[in-house]
């Protein structure tokens, strides 16, 4: 992210929306105004939202069902008019809100992309030269030529990704518009969307998947209520975000009015790492074959609103029961923690998550599958929990999760969850020819034949 101006800048903006009880109560406001009466209740979904996105930034925006979110992205598109604040934009926006908004079901697939394009703002000679390129995302074949309406599902919402997703933006926006098509489909806007970020544009993105958000993006808002409730990078946005969504009802709102607290006082910041080129360097050369224990690694966990369950002492260990937190790749260890119930539980789960310190989740187990596990736990029982594993990831730092559930009410539940409930770093292996961050165990072979005429 460049330290130009802002190309998106938000200042005190609101929404507020009239909410009419009965459809002839609208025509008595028109007719009759409110000072005598009240016809509607307003319903505010944005509340004086300040934000400043640099260019070639990615922005992530998360939230509950309800939150703002949408409204949000269709203020900055121009969609629609904020009751209240500034809004000011630099350059071409695309904007994946309503796939296929504006197409005729009547007009060809090449009459759509044409129409399509001229609505994202490009002309005739630029939708010209950038058809061939379009056709072939969308993958519908011979199908180009004949009315969308007789297209599938599938094939109309690949056209109208393709038609936006080539439009080469100054800004991009997406909401929740990236499962559509099949996985290599999803592939192939990933892949989009990663070279539109290389040329310097900045993306807005909209998503429920905390993974796919920690992946794209370098920071992330967190919306509930039309409020900011969090903003900086992905990791500890996704943690608060989690903690919200799965508290119980009767704790939401201390949970909100904490987060806004530490909004306000600016508290959300990344784990301390070790930093310095030399820093694994000095750790390779330490301790045994197995690792070693580095006081100095401290996760920062966050726990959910426990239901009934509390998880203490997480922890790896050797498969001799030596603590370590600096591991060796390909080493086995286990990774282990104590529940104590205070409520009585059926069908209880325990489980892991691995994390990269973007929050990128790379694996994880449960203890057993859905609808199975332990048929009773009472009130005052303990369990020790265990997960072998061998570490397969590439050098650097990584973070654990861990989680209990349970049903309570006939409904599964997660009766505690930690994230960050500890870390651990990989030392860097000389010999290593595996590449990125996990070793799948690849064999090469190379052959080689001279004098091959």
């Not at 439009?167 to 929740?176: G, S």
């Not at 922890?315 to 119930?341: H, K, S």
């Amino acid at each position: 992210m460049s330290s130009d101006l802002p190309v998106i800048r938000l200042r005190g903006v609101a929404k507020t929306f009239s909410i009419y009880e009965r459809p002839h109560h609208r025509l008595f406001a028109m007719l009759f105004g409110t000072r005598w009466h009240t016809w509607h209740r307003d319903f505010h979904a944005l509340r004086g939202i300040d934000l400043d996105v640099g260019r070639g930034e990615t922005l992530g925006i998360i939230g509950r069902n309800g939150s703002g979110k949408s409204t949000l992205l269709q203020i900055i598109c121009g969609i629609l008019a904020p009751t209240h604040g500034t809004v000011e934009t630099r350059g071409r926006i695309a904007a994946l809100l309503e796939l296929g908004a504006g197409f005729n079901p009547e007009f060809t697939g090449r009459e759509n992309v044409f129409l399509n394009g001229a609505v994202l703002g490009l002309t005739r000679d630029e939708i010209e030269a950038r058809f061939d390129t379009i056709v072939a995302f969308a993958d519908v074949g011979d199908f180009i030529d004949q009315p969308v309406k007789t297209f599938s599902s599938g094939m109309f919402i690949r056209l109208a990704f393709a038609v936006a997703i080539n439009v080469e933006p100054d800004i991009l926006i997406i909401d929740e518009a990236l499962a559509v098509g099949d996985e290599a489909f999803q592939r192939k806007c990933y892949a989009r969307i990663q070279r539109i970020r290389e040329n310097g544009a900045t993306v807005l993105f909209v998503s429920h998947s905390a993974g796919t958000v920690a992946e794209l993006c370098d920071r992330v808002v967190l919306l509930d209520a039309g409020e900011m409730l969090a903003l900086g990078p992905p990791k500890p946005v996704i943690s608060r975000y989690h903690k919200l969504l799965y508290a119980p009802a009767a704790e939401a709102e201390s949970i909100r009015s904490g987060l806004r607290i530490e909004f306000d006082r600016g508290d959300i910041a990344m784990p301390a790492l070790v930093s310095g080129s030399d820093a694994f360097e000095s750790l390779e050369s330490a301790g045994d074959k197995d690792g070693f224990f580095d006081p100095s690694l401290v996760a920062g966990s966050m726990r959910y609103a426990a239901q009934g369950a509390r998880i203490e002492d997480a922890r790896i260990l050797t498969p001799d029961g030596r603590p370590v937190n600096v591991l060796r790749a390909g080493r086995p260890y286990v990774y282990a923690y104590r529940a104590r119930f205070e409520r009585t539980a059926s069908l209880v789960r325990f489980g892991m998550m691995i994390r990269t310190v973007s929050g990128l989740e790379l694996g994880g187990c449960a203890s057993a599958v859905h609808g199975r596990g332990v048929d009773l736990v009472e009130d005052g029982s303990e369990a020790s929990v265990t997960f072998r594993f061998r570490c397969l990831l590439a050098p650097g730092t990584y973070f654990l999760n861990a989680g209990v559930l349970g049903r309570l009410d006939e409904q599964e539940v997660f009766l505690d969850r930690v994230v960050d409930a500890t870390m651990f770093r990989v030392l860097p292996d000389g010999s290593r020819l595996a590449t990125a961050l996990v070793d799948f165990d690849v064999e090469p072979g190379v052959e080689i034949e001279v004098n091959v005429t």
